[in-house]
């Protein structure tokens, strides 16, 4: 069965060093977005790609960037961890069609000490 | 500028009474609606969507343009329905985005 994972599951790591979380979809769906879910906040998107090469910033991309070299992958990069950057962050994926629903990763929760 | 309100951050009801989520919209065009759920140490999953008119696990939800809300409701609550909810809205055309509400968590009592 097609599948979106996401890894690691936890993440501890200090301010100032870079992170990136994985995410690996096999629907192979152009669609994909890095979401972050803060309680207060519900889930605010990151950066999102419509296809290979193609990246666009979110409403909270200030600190995180994105890469798309096929299609099956969009990691999250953390630049440099700020301990506001502690969340749960969730990747998902949708196929072209305008009411495609997003299929979500089980998420990868992230402190920053 | 696309915007979803769920003003109510917790809702608690007993078993067998009613429920209402509510969610309100803002958006210029005409947007797609929809309904996420994410019962305790579990995904996002989608609930259901307005496009389908579809009922799921017994929940219903409208599109009343009008007021522009999109209310997540069901008639008799279960215990299992205890998780958090998401409106979330993306607008037309080829903006596949979508915009989530701050979510709604409710609790069924027994």
């Known amino acids: 069965d097609a599948e979106i994972t996401q890894s690691p599951r936890h993440k501890i790591t200090e301010t100032g060093r870079q992170v990136t979380l994985a995410c690996h979809q096999t629907?192979?769906?152009?669609?994909m977005f890095w979401y972050r879910q803060d309680l207060g906040h519900g889930l605010r998107l990151i950066h999102y790609?419509?296809?290979?090469?193609?990246?666009n910033k979110g409403e909270v991309s200030d600190g995180y960037s994105v890469s798309r070299s096929n299609t099956e992958d969009l990691p999250l990069t953390l630049e440099s961890a700020a301990s506001s950057q502690t969340s749960v962050y969730f990747c998902?994926?949708?196929?072209?069609?305008?009411?495609?629903?997003?299929?979500f990763g089980n998420g990868t929760r992230l402190t920053v000490t | 500028a696309q915007r979803v309100t769920q003003p109510e951050k917790l809702l608690s009801v007993f078993k067998g009474a009613p429920v209402e989520l509510k969610c309100n919209y803002s958006y210029s065009g005409s947007p797609e609606l929809f309904w996420y759920v994410q019962y305790s140490r579990q995904r996002l999953q989608l609930l259901l969507r307005h496009i389908s008119r579809e009922s799921i696990k017994g929940f219903t939800a409208d599109l009343n343009k009008g007021e522009t809300s999109f209310h997540l409701k069901k008639p008799f609550a279960q215990e299992e329905d205890s998780a958090m909810y998401y409106c979330a809205l993306r607008g037309g055309g080829s903006n596949y985005k979508l915009t989530f509400g701050k979510g709604t968590l409710l609790t069924v009592n027994p």
């Open positions: 629907w192979n769906h152009n669609n």
């Open positions: 998902a994926s949708s196929g072209g069609l305008s009411n495609s629903p997003l299929h």
């Open positions: 790609s419509y296809g290979v090469h193609d990246t």
